[in-house]
């Protein structure tokens, strides 16, 4: 098995830092993770680039411009063409992205046109979990192939990558080293070990957020400025770095075990 290595779903600077300290090797850099991640703002992007240049961990900038499904309008694949070159202006090292047709296939055209320049700027091109959406993922993974993507995000089209590790795992058989096929969804130091073995990756993905408190609102704790179902104002997630250090850990001792087997 190939070295483990862990991608952290992040959304702030400070998420980025405690995320690569306590072992990341990759972060995924996003906005309003609440919503499932959309697109960050460059200034977020250029600091998170140049803090972490003295390491060796990488950054992938999502390219999302709106919640919801990934079955897009022409106005928002213009922003999203303009998202993928400041994303290499400001220079990550790659992009997730996805779009689908209204059938929930890949929508092939649209990808191609979208990540044309990241391969042709040497980065990396990543299909995230709208992948988890395609009626035929064998046949969806083809198309990622054909396409060029680096790398498929994907829970195995399941609630969470333990319950659809054997989807995974398929994938990754039928992949055969043709695409990186990276598990995410629920991961947990009690269960990397069966991922990464039935799986079959040697890498994984995950928030592993926890709640933090904002002292300002202390004065109005029952004012509200977004839906009821997203968490009040008081608190904000942030990168749990303790979590982060167990998963690392816990996919080392499953790689030497797998190593010693």
């Known amino acids: 098995m190939a070295e483990p290595l862990l991608e952290v779903c992040v959304s702030s600077l400070g998420d980025a830092l405690s995320a690569v300290e306590a072992g990341a090797g990759r972060v995924e850099l996003n906005s309003a993770l609440e919503l499932g991640g959309l697109t960050p703002s460059p200034g977020l992007l250029r600091e998170v680039v140049e803090a972490l240049s003295v390491s060796p961990a990488t950054v992938i900038a999502m390219v999302r411009p709106r919640p919801g499904g990934f079955c ?4 928002d694949l213009r922003v999203m063409k303009r998202d993928v070159a400041m994303a290499l202006r400001l220079g990550a090292d790659g992009v997730a992205l996805g779009v689908l047709t209204a059938n929930g296939e890949v929508d092939a055209e649209r990808n191609a046109e979208l990540i044309r320049p990241v391969l042709a700027a040497g980065r990396q091109a990543v299909f995230h979990r709208a ?11 083809e198309t990622l192939i054909e396409l060029g993507f680096h790398r498929v995000l994907t829970s195995g089209q399941a609630a969470s990558a333990l319950e659809g590790v054997g989807t995974i795992g398929a994938l ?11 598990p995410g969804g629920g991961v947990r130091p009690d269960n990397v070990a069966r991922l990464m073995s039935f799986g079959g990756c040697a890498q994984l993905h995950g928030s592993m957020r926890t709640l933090r408190q904002d002292p300002s609102t202390r004065h ?3 004012l509200r400025f977004g839906p009821e179902q997203l968490p009040p104002e008081s608190v904000y997630g942030v990168t749990d770095e303790q979590l982060v250090a167990h998963v690392v850990q816990a996919m080392r001792d499953a790689a030497e075990a797998d190593a010693g087997s």
């Open 72 to 75: 897009y309008r022409r106005s």
């Open 220 to 222: 109005q704790p029952t």
């Open 172 to 182: 990754t058989r039928c992949a055969a080293g043709r695409i990186e096929v990276l």
């Open 131 to 141: 992948f988890d959406l395609t009626p035929a993922p064998m046949e969806a993974l």
